[in-house]
């Protein structure tokens, strides 16, 4: 290596050091800032300044109905006013446990005691009222309606409030990205700086494949990004759909003992049961999609998860009169997670039964290949799943993988995407070919194991 060349070699790695060193300096600082921020705005922070929102909406759905059960001779049981007071007092608790100011906690304290008077008026009222119709509003009823209308006044200073600490939350907020702003843009000229150094000394056929580098990698990282937040996101819906799910359930149960079985009420009943049933499927299945659990790998013949999927599903197939055959071609060892790939087998076996009218045949065929995978060219096992059906338009192919996108009647259009995750956590991919009137073949490309893990499964056994 010449003099030369050799100083330019010493030239690159401290240039590289040097903006190496300031990416690190860069990224702890960037980040601790953005944990900073990420710590303080969360879905419990945006919560507490909606809570005067929610105890109005609260105390008027309470008035609402005491004043329809007056109108329409209330009842003597009270059950359901002592239910509704119980569930707004647990709500003010729960928005006093959030509360950023001693001023929050202090109104909210004060609308605590103004809802223990108007229940209590609401009680009395209800059963003085009824025992005297058509006499006017009695004292209780002039004296729930004073103490509504103070839980409504005590609700707009809260609400005066909560707008104010949402100013001053929003106000730090934007100082805190204003901050984080500057310092990028700072990180950012220094980097610039440093990389045209950097560029002015890197060979130019190096050019081209750090391009694709940085192009494949930059791809990567926006999926993972988009997916993590889909995850939180998934989860925060999935919460809030669960709870009044569960309780809506809770109703059912209670209604359908009331009804005799048989009836157009219990048949009506149990609609709504499966249809609630089939949201909770919906939702779970879309958590899965969004945050799949890491496989627990284990090194298995792929024989294994071809023979016990067609265990599971020949016999249901047989009886729609579709033929489910394996060419096993190869019994290579793999690494994979047997329970989430007989879900992805499964899945890819169904859909093809599914689309072919009559009779019909689904070939699941594993052979070995050499093809690219994850940036390189490797061994891989492939998994084909091959069907006579009616193969896919081109509409249907673009949309394939979207999340809830089905051509079924009772589809979630979630099989495919978490197949693809699943696959995808294995190191793999899928691979489909289709044509209208000439069936589909999804292939799954697994990397094989490595040479060593073959070599000690084989001496172990």
């Known amino acids: 290596m010449s003099s030369k060349t050799k100083l330019r070699a010493t030239e690159l790695l401290i240039a590289v050091a040097a903006v190496s060193l300031a990416l690190v300096w860069a990224e702890r600082t960037a980040w601790r800032q953005i944990s900073s921020l990420r710590s303080e705005v969360t879905v419990e922070s945006f919560d507490r300044f909606h809570s005067a929102d929610e105890l109005r909406a609260a105390a008027l759905a309470l008035h609402e109905r005491w004043r329809a059960a007056r109108e329409n001779g209330a009842p003597s049981d009270t059950s359901w006013l002592d239910a509704e007071h119980g569930r707004i007092k647990e709500l003010i608790r729960a928005h006093a446990r959030k509360a950023g100011s001693p001023e929050e906690r202090d109104l909210l304290r004060d609308i605590d005691g103004a809802l223990d008077t108007y229940a209590g008026s609401l009680r009395v009222s209800l059963k003085t009222d009824v025992a005297a119709p058509g006499t006017g509003p009695s004292d209780a009823a002039r004296e729930a309606t004073r103490s509504f209308e103070r839980i409504l006044a005590l609700a707009e200073q809260l609400q005066q409030t909560n707008r104010a600490a949402a100013e001053r939350f929003v106000a730090e907020i934007q100082s805190v990205l204003t901050r984080l702003q500057q310092f990028l843009f700072l990180s950012l000229l220094g980097l610039l700086l440093s990389g045209a150094v950097i560029v002015a000394m890197i060979y130019r056929r190096t050019i081209a494949p750090l391009r694709t580098t940085l192009a494949e990698s930059r791809s ?7 997916l ?6 998934a989860t925060g819906i999935a919460h809030e759909i669960r709870n009044p799910l569960t309780a809506i359930k809770v109703r059912l149960f209670t209604l359908k003992s009331s009804r005799q079985p048989g009836t157009s009420d219990y048949e009506d009943l149990e609609v709504i049961g499966s249809e609630i049933d089939r949201l909770e499927r919906t939702v779970q299945d879309f958590l899965k999609f969004a945050r799949p659990a890491d496989p627990e790998l284990q090194l298995l013949p792929v024989t294994t998860l071809l023979e016990t999927t067609r265990d599971l599903l020949q016999s249901g197939l047989a009886e729609k009169s579709v033929e489910l055959k394996l060419e096993a071609q190869t019994d ?34 594993a052979r070995k290949d050499r093809q690219p995978l994850n940036g390189r060219t490797t061994d891989v096992v492939v998994i084909d799943i091959i069907d006579t059906g009616k193969g896919m338009p081109p509409e249907v192919q673009k949309r394939l993988f979207d999340p809830f996108f089905t051509t079924k009647e009772k589809g979630t259009g979630l099989g495919l995407p978490i197949a693809a995750r699943i696959v995808e956590k294995h190191g793999g991919v899928i691979q489909y070919e289709t044509a209208p009137g000439r069936g589909t073949t999804f292939s799954i490309l697994l990397p094989s194991a490595p040479k060593h893990e073959i070599e000690s499964s084989s001496a172990a056994h």
Do not use: C, H, P, Y
């Open 228 to 233: 993590a937040s889909l995850g939180v996101f």
């Open 332 to 365: 290579q060892l793999v690494r994979i997670d047997l329970d989430k790939m007989k879900q992805v087998l499964i899945n890819f076996i169904q859909n093809g039964a599914d689309s072919i009218e009559g009779a019909g045949t689904v070939t699941v065929r």
């Open 220 to 226: 990567i990282i926006e999926r993972q990004e988009k």
